[in-house]
């Protein structure tokens, strides 16, 4: 049985895997408290199936990009009990479950990323799965709208709602808005999509690596600080 797990946005989502479907799947909007109940969150889910923490084989986790706090909840979560528990990790971008659950041939997955930017990724399924087009990226509207196909594009991710007119504006047309409970990370989507890699014996802790694409507030600070210096 593999443990999908997201937390890289304002939801968190986590879901029991095994033999091709879903056993039990949760999710709540937890206002950035995903550190709190998460482990709350999957003794409840494993109460409802009958098991327990020893029935899970392995761990599939969102690597975002998103909130660098959630996305390092989710990671710092599955690392412990992966090493706690003897059983392989390995990590997902979020945004690719996005697009798997989207129930879509095409998929424009964006979120926003702040100061007038978002995280963007467009996705076209294939016979054998999903290809990535144009991988997670930190990219401007109007640069995006470059980046985009001349046919139509079906929109959707945290961030679809809030700047889809944004986008349809820029863009003049061709642009899709699928579904608002079709625009988050799902659990239920990553644990399949990462079962391949679990069932090869994980991924390394070096490996499992934030898909942050922008440094954190922190470094930004380190760097200005460091450019006033050099430039003292």
Same mark, same amino acid.
């Given at each position: 049985?593999?443990?999908?797990?997201?937390?890289?946005?304002?939801?968190?989502?986590?879901?029991?895997?095994?033999?091709?479907?879903?056993?039990?799947?949760?999710?709540?909007?937890?206002?950035?408290?995903?550190?709190?109940?998460?482990?709350?969150?999957? =003794?409840? #889910?494993?109460?409802?199936i009958?098991? @327990?923490?020893?029935?899970?084989?392995?761990? &599939?986790v969102?690597? %975002? *990009? /998103?909130?660098?706090?959630?996305?390092?909840?989710?990671?710092?979560?599955?690392?412990?009990?992966?090493?706690?528990?003897?059983?392989?990790?390995?990590?997902?971008?979020s945004?690719?479950?996005?697009?798997?659950?989207?129930?879509?041939?095409?998929?424009?997955?964006?979120?926003?990323?702040?100061?007038?930017?978002l995280?963007?990724?467009?996705?076209?399924?294939?016979?054998?799965?999903?290809?990535?087009?144009?991988? =997670?990226? #930190?990219?401007?509207?109007?640069?995006? @709208?470059?980046?985009l196909?001349?046919?139509? &594009?079906?929109?959707? %991710? *945290? /961030?679809?709602?809030?700047?889809?007119?944004?986008?349809?504006?820029?863009?003049?047309?061709?642009?899709?808005?699928l579904?608002?409970?079709?625009?988050?990370?799902?659990?239920?989507?990553?644990?399949?999509?990462?079962?391949?890699?679990?069932?090869?014996?994980?991924m390394?802790?070096?490996?499992?690596?934030?898909?942050?694409?922008?440094?954190?507030?922190?470094e930004?600070?380190?760097?200005?600080?460091?450019?006033?210096?050099?430039?003292?």
């Amino acid at each position: 049985m593999i443990l999908g797990l997201d937390t890289s946005s304002a939801r968190l989502s986590l879901a029991l895997w095994e033999q091709g479907r879903i056993l039990e799947e949760h999710a709540q909007f937890s206002d950035r408290r995903h550190n709190e109940i998460i482990l709350p969150a999957l =003794e409840s #889910l494993l109460f409802k199936i009958n098991r @327990v923490p020893r029935d899970i084989s392995g761990i &599939v986790v969102g690597l %975002g *990009p /998103g909130s660098f706090t959630g996305v390092r909840v989710g990671i710092a979560t599955a690392q412990g009990l992966g090493q706690s528990m003897g059983i392989p990790v390995a990590g997902v971008s979020s945004f690719l479950a996005v697009a798997a659950g989207s129930r879509s041939n095409t998929a424009l997955v964006i979120a926003d990323a702040r100061q007038k930017m978002l995280y963007a990724a467009f996705y076209r399924k294939k016979e054998y799965g999903w290809e990535t087009v144009m991988p =997670e990226t #930190l990219i401007s509207i109007p640069d995006l @709208v470059k980046q985009l196909p001349a046919t139509a &594009v079906n929109v959707t %991710g *945290p /961030g679809a709602q809030e700047f889809f007119e944004a986008l349809f504006r820029a863009r003049g047309g061709e642009l899709h808005l699928l579904p608002q409970e079709r625009h988050w990370p799902g659990a239920g989507e990553l644990a399949p999509l990462g079962e391949e890699r679990i069932l090869a014996g994980g991924m390394s802790w070096e490996d499992i690596m934030p898909l942050y694409l922008r440094r954190t507030q922190a470094e930004e600070v380190r760097a200005r600080r460091k450019a006033e210096q050099g430039g003292a």
